[in-house]
């Protein structure tokens, strides 16, 4: 495994857009940190709105010129906040991916789930930052 202790200085956010029926307080948290990168964690990329479907925010993503990726391994098979990757495996190899990209910049983890203490992206989030010691912080 890679040493990911240079990533002290980066953050790991969190986001669920929940309800919201625009991108108003995505893209605000987006430009506050600094965000280089959104991981959709979801396992599969899709709402209840389009406008919350991966290719839609890929494409709002790069009009901000952020880029967007979707990790399927990083979903959640519990119906809960506990984290239950679809293949255990995969998921260890795709946190390590997305820890080297804490090297670029700041992540955000996407998923639907507004309340974070409800949601697995805690979990994943929690995984990075042993990873990597980078902070994590929790966007509402």
């Given at each position: 495994m890679p040493d990911l202790a240079t990533s002290e200085s980066k953050t790991v956010l969190t986001f669920g857009?929940?309800?919201?029926?625009?991108?108003?307080?995505?893209?605000?948290c987006l430009r506050e940190f600094s965000v280089t990168c959104v991981v959709d964690v979801r396992l599969k990329p899709?709402?209840?709105?389009?406008?919350?479907?991966?290719?839609?925010?890929?494409?709002?993503?790069?009009?901000?010129?952020?880029?967007?990726?979707s990790k399927s391994s990083l979903g959640n098979l519990s119906g809960s906040s506990h984290w239950i990757p679809p293949e255990p495996?995969?998921?260890k190899q795709t946190l390590c991916e997305v820890a080297e990209?804490?090297?670029?910049?700041?992540?955000?983890?996407?998923?639907?789930?507004?309340?974070?203490?409800?949601?697995h992206r805690v979990e994943v989030a929690s995984k990075l930052q042993e990873l990597t010691s980078a902070s994590v912080k929790h966007l509402k």
């Open positions: 857009y929940g309800n919201r029926k625009n991108y108003d307080a995505f893209l605000s899709r709402a209840w709105s389009r406008m919350w479907y991966g290719d839609a925010l890929q494409k709002l993503c790069t009009s901000e010129n952020i880029q967007y990726v495996e995969a998921a990209m804490l090297e670029t910049g700041n992540i955000l983890l996407l998923c639907a789930e507004m309340d974070f203490s409800r949601c």
